[in-house]
């Protein structure tokens, strides 16, 4: 008895085993994914994804979960709701761009199948090797902001970009709006800019006003085509304090009583933001010495020779006022160059003379050797060799003690006659 109720124990643990996931694959497939996933644009600033609702067969209560993801970028999920909408903001819309929505039943394990939604065509048609490259923007704060790319690849030669921006100082994107529309239907709504630069006759940057504070954390959307169907545009969406460079500040350097350097600057319109670098080079060494993430309008470097000479500069960038929390901030450029000269001491001079006394003895030594040989000859003159300047036969008369001479050789005389001829001559027969 005990042996057959063992058996009956184990195969009614096997049974369950085999029909219960079974049964729980059925309920799995019991509710429908979410229809017509469709997308469009609340403005510039924002997109827009709707869906029609499951069918609700599982007699539950539906939410929503919904996973945005871009190429080479991970997934962000989002937190499961009841809505049929989902809003996206500041988000790449030239590259490929995932939507993902699956239903669930609340508080069970009940899921549907996921819907899938690409949404790379946001930005219009056209083949994307026309597209701009290397976009970027720097706004120069609080004046203008300046754009720059690169022609596309492919580009028309007779392309003629044309860059519209647009600015929105909304914190979030909107819940009462009416039907999103399409990203050429939003182009007219933009401001068009004007002073453009150029290369090779294609405009490769424009420039326009953006006169904002930076408390206002403006946000920033410009488009860059020609608006043809060949041209793929090109869209940039930033938050203009993420791009903001300030102006380099205007510094002032002296020494302290207490054999210090002080170092300060001008003010800021948002200065207690503002973090400074400090950048100090000494003439008696090739590094650098750099003081970072300075709060305030001053430095102070303690313990400075006062026979070193010390050049400074200093930088400025934001420290927060960032639309997104890890936002990287712009360094401004560097300030003109401040020089304090240091002074020399009485040991300086000492080791200085010392060097340049056995060098002067040295030059005068070697003048006074060079002019005293010139002297010498002066004035004592050298005795020419006799048997240089006068003849051997000198010498021979000398020695012999009388003349010596050549002999002269005689003259050879030829004798010469004279023949007379007659002035008349017989005549010839």
Not at 3 to 24: A, H, K, N
Not at 262 to 290: A, F, M
Not at 303 to 318: C, E
Not at 342 to 367: E, F, K, Q, T, W
Request: net charge positive; with cysteine; hydrophobic share 35%.
């Amino acid at each position: 008895m005990g042996s057959d109720r063992c058996c009956t124990i184990i195969l009614s643990l096997w049974m369950s085993i085999y029909f219960l996931p079974g049964s729980w694959a059925k309920k799995q497939d019991y509710l429908p994914p979410p229809t017509n996933l469709t997308f469009g644009m609340d403005g510039m600033f924002c997109l827009v994804l709707q869906w029609s609702p499951s069918e609700n067969t599982a007699n539950c209560s539906i939410k929503y979960s919904k996973i945005f993801s871009a190429k080479n970028v991970t997934p962000r999920a989002r937190g499961s709701s009841t809505n049929l909408t989902a809003h996206v903001k500041k988000v790449d819309l030239n590259k490929e761009i995932l939507f993902t929505v699956q239903a669930e039943c609340d508080n069970t394990n009940i899921f549907s199948n996921n819907t899938t939604l690409p949404v790379q065509i946001a930005t219009g048609k056209g083949n994307p090797n026309t597209s701009v490259r290397n976009f970027s923007c720097i706004w120069y704060y609080p004046e203008y902001v300046q754009c720059t790319w690169t022609p596309g690849i492919d580009v028309p030669s007779n392309v003629n970009y044309t860059l519209i921006y647009w600015t929105s100082v909304e914190s979030s994107c909107r819940f009462n709006f009416s039907q999103p529309k399409q990203f050429h239907d939003l182009l007219p709504t933009g401001s068009s800019c004007s002073n453009y630069t150029y290369s090779n006759g294609i405009p490769t940057g424009c420039q326009f006003k953006f006169q904002k504070l930076i408390t206002t954390f403006s946000k920033l959307v410009t488009a860059v085509s020609d608006w043809s169907k060949e041209v793929k545009p090109y869209l940039y969406y930033v938050g203009a304090n993420d791009i903001a460079k300030l102006k380099p500040p205007v510094i002032r350097a002296h020494r302290t009583t207490n054999g210090n350097i002080h170092i300060s600057w001008n003010d800021t319109e948002v200065y207690k933001d503002v973090l400074h670098e400090v950048l100090v080079q000494k003439s008696n060494s090739e590094i650098h010495e750099t003081y970072k993430d300075i709060i305030g309008l001053s430095k102070e470097i303690p313990n400075a020779a006062s026979d070193v000479t010390y050049t400074v500069k200093v930088r400025a960038r934001l420290s927060r006022y960032s639309t997104e929390s890890d936002g990287h901030f712009i360094w401004s450029d560097w300030s003109e160059v401040q020089t304090l000269q240091g002074v020399s001491n009485g040991r300086d001079i000492s080791i200085l003379l010392l060097l340049l006394i056995p060098a002067i003895i040295i030059v005068a030594a070697v003048i006074l050797l060079i002019y005293m040989r010139r002297l010498k000859i002066l004035i004592f003159p050298r005795v020419p060799d006799p048997g240089k300047v006068l003849s051997s036969d000198l010498q021979q008369w000398l020695k012999n003690g009388r003349t010596v001479y050549n002999e002269p050789r005689k003259e050879e005389i030829c004798p010469i006659s004279m023949l007379e001829t007659p002035l008349t001559s017989p005549p010839v027969e």
